[in-house]
């Protein structure tokens, strides 16, 4: 059974919204803002280290200021940059420094703060509850509360949702946990639970799940164990404060790789974006469609994540089939994948991706929506969606407070008929604040409005 889709969100006064011409054709290079998941964890790991972890890049998105929020009210002291462009410093309180927070922490729309902070405080020595905005409240919180509970954190959720009720730590031991899907906050949970727990505890995953948090721990001098599909780590004495560089978002990047492809005939170039190996799914994917995307690295930044400038040509984009091997790496890139999709030759059939239905929306079934709505024929299946690519029409589409929804069909506008208004775009600024003006540095026209 499909749940039926979240309402629109109406913040304030009205609805903001893009309206979105169609026809530009991208051209230039910009600098994407940092990456989402490796800023979370070295504010999470810096708040917990001994030391000032000085963090350059990080992303300054409401998603990372919830974590930074949060982790505030726990005692750590965290400085924003004076200066733009300066770095952030994080002042460690060391392993057991963080104190009970006042009151409820509020997450926001980030599932990312709520999963992870959950394996982190299901080990301290105080009770603390996790809750967020109506989103992040219906989202699925016993996958990383099963695991947790198995180390010994006594945890509450409402029928499996948050609000997340902990209970103060009586110690943790450490678990061979056999994850039933691949996906890093699972992962990461039970590792940050792991730097308190007795004995090894160790992960294993039915698939590649992005590795941030392996390979930051082991900046912060913490040993991590990798063999195969498993990860392991015993409690470490302390981690050890230092300097990070974050690179630019994959995943924010992605929008405008796609908009090259379909629309830049003088080329577009993406500037010191992130290209783990865990995350480039997108780029491999694109290029069994046809892309021309050319990756040029450049020196590994500080925190041990590999970086490059990536140049994308237009090209002409062919349907493909996409299995579940491809997906975990592709996670957060599947909204604008089926633009690309839509816009291509012939048919892309995905499946083995029903974790896209517990993301910031159920991203199978508002990407089919919102392309059905420009006109595309799109079929949807439980576990995916069959697109057959042709025309678009220009029309209204309704992102249901997804940021990547909103996302994805600014760039879906580029190919339509007529303009096209995307609906509750807020949340854009969870993960890409200043979406809207590196889109027009590149040529698009879009205009933010409010709808009352
Ligand atoms: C993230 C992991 C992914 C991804 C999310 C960020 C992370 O979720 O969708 O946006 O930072 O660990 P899952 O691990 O649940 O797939």
Known sequence: MIDEQKPSVAHGDGIESYLVEPGSSLAGEITVPGDKSISHRSLMFGAIADGITEIDGLLASEDCLATAAALTAMGAKIEAPETPGDCWRVHGVGLRGLKRPPGDLDLGNSGTSMRLLTGLLCAQGFSSTLVGDSSLMTRPMERVAVPLRQMGARIKTSDGRPPVMIERSQGLVGIDYQAPVASAQIKSAILLAGLYAKGVTRVTEPGVSRDHTERMLASFGVTVVRKGMSVEIEAPGALKAHRIAVPGDLSSAAFFIVGACLT????????????????????????????????????????????????????????????????????????????????????????????????????????????????????????????????????????????????????????????????????????????????ARLGMTINKETIS
């Not at 604008?336 to 499946?351: I, K, N, Q």
């Not at 799109?378 to 690519?389: A, F, S, Y």
């Not at 309704?398 to 760039?411: P, V």
């Open 264 to 439: 830049s005939d003088k080329g577009v170039t993406l500037r010191s974006v992130g290209v783990n190996p865990t995350r480039t799914g997108v780029i491999e994917i694109l290029r069994k469609m046809g892309a021309k995307i050319d990756v040029a690295t450049a020196p590994t930044a500080k925190g041990g994540e590999p970086v490059a400038d990536i140049r994308i040509a237009k090209s002409r984009l062919k349907g493909i089939n996409i299995d579940a091997s491809d997906v975990a790496l592709a996670i957060d890139e599947f909204p604008v994948l089926m633009v690309a999709a839509a816009c291509a030759e012939g048919v892309t059939r995905v499946s083995g991706a029903e974790e896209l239905r517990v993301k910031e929306s159920d991203r199978i079934r508002t990407v089919v929506d919102g392309l059905m709505a420009l006109g595309a024929k799109v079929e949807e299946k439980p576990d995916g969606m069959i697109v057959t690519g042709g025309p678009l029409n220009g029309g209204e589409v309704d992102s249901h407070g997804d940021h990547r929804i909103a996302m994805a069909f600014t760039i879906a506008a580029l190919m339509a008929g007529g303009p096209v208004r995307i609906l509750n775009t807020r949340n854009v600024a969870t993960s890409f604040p200043g979406f809207a003006e590196h889109g």
